[in-house]
């Protein structure tokens, strides 16, 4: 990034004057494409091609539905960046002109949840990686030195990432990917039987979701953009391209080896424990993100705390749960988790961009309108109905109501258009009738 990049500057709490905005195009472009880069997706690619018990997805709707949903979801990023660009304010500080500053502790509250949960899950994925490569006795200096690294580029946020990933990291992940797809698509991708086309949907979901996990944190780094069409760009194309490739590569992999070890597969290729290595270590700036949105989401509720001591404390904290807990069985927990955002954004930006038009308050003093609470929790609501996800109890309970949405509905886009349709009315409600939120 360039060379006086923001993020070296940034303020210590969120009370202090804001940092000058120096993201350009391809300052965004590069940071996204990094964070898309990522083995979480190769991982994920799985539930794309089984997004349901009774049967997988065939090859070319797999692929498919990687595509559709990167398009789906990265347009969501890329509009979510926007108005952090615009306002200069960090993602959960801008859910005050919708919520009032306590309101939006709520959200506040999610995010935080999900964003230690993302930082905790990528230190396993990066130690369990490795230990394919080496042994099970090197997992635990592994999330050690991983929580580590994340901790140092959260105190000192883009002067390690613009010195080592846009120079060095990006030109070698590129070779190591372009490698590993060399090497799959020479393999026969006849492992995937009884595919069809039956869940597209539930495919395509899972890729909206990772991209739409994003969402929250991307205005904490839009906000130094130079303009809003920059960070549109930057997040939609950088994160688009990449989502695209990495669940791509773990498709074909999984067509190509079976099993449900897709990286041991990839370990399996000639040299292909070098390619594995070079995106392990490239791994690191997920976790630095996620760790970066956590401290900047708790400096909402608590503007005075210095970002510095919150990055060492929560990096002590997602590495601890990393050495401790099987963060596997919380992976369907943080899916389950995300969808809370795709309505709490479609809320938010057809309030920002449609009913509000850009007039947004941030302040301390931002009135609550606790009406789009409604929005929010329809929309909620729409996407449990057409995909409860994969916790065993909680999706139970949804089908239990007795309803069953075609097998083409996408959750996401149902949610999103419902939450939008009620914001517009509800917007439309409160101006006809005058009536307003109150503290």
Do not use: C
């Not at 999706?395 to 075609?406: S, V």
């Amino acid at each position: 990034m360039s060379d006086d990049v923001l993020l070296t500057e940034v303020p210590r709490t969120l009370d202090e004057a804001p940092p000058p905005r120096l993201l350009g195009f391809f300052d965004q472009l590069a940071l996204w494409w990094n964070l898309g880069i990522s083995l979480l997706l190769l991982v994920a690619a799985q539930f794309v091609i089984n997004p349901a018990a009774d049967r997988p997805l065939s090859l070319a709707a797999a692929l498919v539905a990687v595509v559709v949903g990167s398009v789906i979801g990265n347009l969501l990023l890329g509009l979510g960046a926007v108005p952090g660009a615009e306002t200069g304010a960090p993602g959960m500080v801008l859910l005050r002109g919708l919520l009032g500053r306590r309101g939006s502790w709520v959200p506040t509250l999610f995010n935080v949840l999900q964003l230690v949960g993302w930082t905790t899950f990528e230190i396993v994925v990066i130690a369990e990686s490795a230990t394919k490569v080496l042994s099970a006795g090197w997992r635990w200096p592994f999330v050690v030195g991983a929580g580590a690294l994340a901790t140092f580029m959260a105190i000192r946020p883009l002067g390690v990432v613009r010195g080592y990933l846009k120079q060095v990291a990006v030109w070698v992940v590129l070779a190591s990917t372009a490698y590993l797809f060399v090497q799959v698509l020479r393999q026969p991708l006849d492992h995937i039987e009884g595919g069809s086309w039956h869940h597209f949907w539930r495919g395509a979901d899972i890729v909206i979701a990772l991209a739409v996990s994003w969402i929250p944190l991307a205005p904490d780094y839009s906000r130094h953009s130079h303009d809003a069409r920059s960070s549109f760009f930057g997040a939609f194309l950088g994160y688009g391209a990449a989502s695209m490739v990495f669940f791509g590569l773990g498709v074909l992999t999984y067509a190509a080896y079976g099993g449900d070890d897709v990286i041991g597969s990839l370990l399996a290729i000639p040299a292909g424990t070098i390619a594995l290595m070079m995106l392990l270590i490239d791994e690191l700036d997920e976790v630095f993100a996620n760790l970066y949105s956590t401290v900047v989401s708790v400096q909402n509720v608590r503007p005075s705390l210095d970002r510095r001591v919150l990055a060492v404390v929560m990096g002590v904290i997602a590495t601890l749960l990393a050495l401790e807990f099987d963060i596997h069985a919380y992976e369907n927990f943080l899916l389950l988790l995300g969808s809370v955002f795709v309505p709490l954004f479609a809320t938010f930006a057809t309030d920002y961009f449609l009913v509000s038009r850009r007039r947004w308050d941030v302040s301390d003093d931002a009135r609550p309108r606790m009406s789009m609470l409604v929005p929010w929790a329809l929309g909620f609501i729409a996407y449990q109905l057409v995909n409860p996800g994969f916790v065993d109890w909680w999706a139970e309970w949804w089908t239990g109501l007795g309803f069953e949405a075609p097998s083409w509905t996408s959750a996401s886009i149902a949610s999103f258009a419902v939450a939008a349709i009620a914001t517009v009315t509800v917007g439309a409600i409160t101006r006809t009738t005058g009536v307003a939120d109150r503290r």
